[in-house]
């Protein structure tokens, strides 16, 4: 199930992001994220699992996915396309026309995953993470629109 997430998922969010990232966001973080304008979470759960999470912000008529994971136990069964999915129907809702995210160039699987999702490249961002590695900033417009033979790295 997807859902909203709320202040009282600050802990979940925080436990599934270090499970899916080197550095884990604390429950305070996330907080501050939320508490700011735009701001929302999506939560994925079965079975009283936190499978997934996406953080987002929306400034005017344009969302940032901030932070996208699926853990360990969960991947490679559309959880992530599902999540940006969802958080990207959200941010349409409330008004945006395009979203933007970054991403690491060296994976590969979330840059087929969001290139199937209709992402394309607008930027590069020279040693964006703490390792030095670079970042592709992506953009797509909304509505996202699956993109076929690209959701699953095919083409």
């Known amino acids: ?71 360990p136990h969960a991947r490679c069964k559309g959880l992530g396309y599902e999540l940006a999915q969802a958080a990207a129907q959200h941010a349409a809702t409330l008004g945006a026309r ?14 087929a995953l969001y290139a199937g999702l209709g992402f394309a490249e607008v930027g590069r961002r020279k040693a964006y993470y703490k390792d030095a590695g670079d970042a592709l900033t992506l953009k797509a417009a909304l509505p996202l629109t699956l993109h076929v033979g690209k959701r699953a790295g095919l083409d």
């Open 1 to 71: 199930m997807i859902r909203a997430a709320t202040l009282d998922d600050l802990e979940t969010l925080s436990r599934l992001h270090g499970a899916c990232f080197a550095e884990s966001w604390s429950a305070e973080s996330f907080g501050k994220l939320l508490a700011t304008p735009g701001a929302f979470a999506v939560l994925s759960e079965s079975g009283g699992t936190a499978d997934g999470f996406v953080l987002a912000r929306m400034a005017h008529d344009e969302a940032e996915i901030l932070s996208i994971g699926v853990g």
């Open 98 to 111: 395009t979203m933007f995210l970054e991403v690491a160039v060296t994976n590969a699987a979330a840059r």
